[in-house]
């Protein structure tokens, strides 16, 4: 089975933009995770989704969003970048109830 | 709330030899899972092995080992015949079966070097 793809890879924006990243999950997964890794913070959770619907959500301003499709495919949206958004941001999969696989991750500049 | 704690910023080992990194959890629930993650310099994250709490038994996975102990809320990784490959950021997480989805906690992280 092909593993967890994100796109694009690296990203380069300026503040006040706004930007979608994207995840595709491993086939037959329906849960996806979204993390952001940063030096100071380490990795911190900002969502879950399960079936389409959000199921968890971390402690990250409303800027940060995201939505799942029917095909289980995740988007996530930042919206106003701050420099304090410069990061990596890591996906992950799973079946319900098991261990998540991670996907390569974008690696988001805001200038 | 849950919280992961490794004590170990940085840790070394000659190749071959064999390494123990320290993980220490918080948590009131009884059952759980908890995690070991590699990341290595390409920044993928690697699922090493996993552990129920429900399972007295330590999981193993080749050259890797836990020493999983519930009462003490400690979850160590040990790594046998060390690599250079195994050159990377160990990271240990939990996770709530209860109400919290696919959310896993993450520890700091241990980054570990092997040294030929």
């Known amino acids: 089975k092909a593993g967890v793809t994100q796109t694009p890879r690296y990203l380069i924006k300026t503040r006040g933009q706004q930007v979608t990243l994207s995840c595709s999950p491993i086939s037959g997964h329906r849960s996806v995770s979204w993390y952001q890794q940063t030096p100071g913070q380490g990795l911190q959770f900002l969502f879950e989704y399960f079936s389409e619907t959000q199921r968890n959500k971390g402690n990250f301003p409303g800027r940060f969003s995201g939505r799942q499709f029917s095909n289980s495919r995740s988007e996530m949206n930042v919206s106003t970048l701050e420099l304090g958004d410069s990061a990596l941001y890591l996906c992950?999969?799973?079946?319900?109830?098991?261990?998540?696989?991670f996907g390569p991750g974008t690696r988001l500049t805001v200038t | 709330a849950q919280t992961v704690t490794q004590s170990q910023p940085e840790m070394s080992v000659q190749e071959a030899e064999t390494v123990t990194l320290s993980c220490t959890y918080d948590t009131s629930e009884n059952n759980y899972y908890l995690f070991w993650y590699k990341q290595p310099p390409s920044r993928q994250m690697i699922l090493v092995i996993r552990q129920e709490a429900y399972k007295q038994q330590n999981a193993t996975e080749n050259r890797f080992s836990v020493n999983f102990q519930k009462a003490a809320k400690s979850f160590s990784l040990k790594i046998s015949d060390s690599q250079l490959g195994d050159t990377a950021m160990y990271f240990c997480a939990f996770r709530s079966p209860y109400n919290q989805g696919g959310k896993l906690i993450f520890g700091q992280g241990t980054e570990l070097s092997v040294k030929p």
């Open positions: 992950a999969s799973s079946l319900e109830g098991a261990e998540q696989y």
